[in-house]
């Protein structure tokens, strides 16, 4: 039997290098409502035109991503302060009840993205009527 040791100072170093190359540079901020028929998301997404923003939906979870540009400077330029999200953004959120993917709609108005999922017909309420015998 061979014993292989692994310094757990290595191992952090090399645990955080992956998750640093795999983690999202920016965190978009979200609101979410549930009514009786599903969920509104909305998020902050300025600068942002509809095809540089990508949801989807698997079951109960909901996956925004997307990517804020860097803005260019031109030559001789120097950036005195930058405080403009860059860099890319994914946020996975669980909801409580399973959703209609199919049915889902979204847009983007001045900046703002307005997500609305329907619950599926599974997760919603049924009203059963009791017979007498």
Same mark, same amino acid.
């Given at each position: 039997?061979?014993?292989?040791? =692994? !310094?757990?100072?290595? *191992?952090?170093?090399? &645990?955080?290098?992956?998750? +640093?190359? %795999?983690? #999202? ?6 609101d ?17 035109a509809?095809?540089? =923003? !990508?949801?989807?939906? *698997?079951?109960?979870? &909901?996956?925004?991503?997307? +990517?804020? %540009?860097? #803005? ?45 999922? #329907? ?15």
């Amino acid at each position: 039997m061979s014993l292989y040791y =692994v !310094s757990p100072h290595r *191992l952090a170093r090399r &645990i955080a290098a992956l998750s +640093e190359s %795999q983690r #999202p540079d920016v965190h978009i901020p979200v609101d979410v409502t549930a009514d009786e028929e599903g969920f509104t998301l909305i998020a902050l997404v300025p600068g942002l035109a509809p095809d540089q =923003v !990508s949801i989807e939906v *698997l079951e109960e979870t &909901i996956t925004l991503r997307g +990517e804020f %540009q860097a #803005p260019e400077t031109g030559e001789g330029v120097r950036v005195l302060l930058s405080e403009r999200p860059t860099g890319r953004f994914s946020r996975t959120l669980r909801l409580p009840a399973s959703l209609d993917a199919a049915r889902a709609e979204a847009d983007v108005k001045q900046g703002v993205l307005t997500v609305r999922v #329907p619950k599926a017909e599974s997760a919603k309420a049924k009203q059963i009527k009791v017979k007498a015998k």
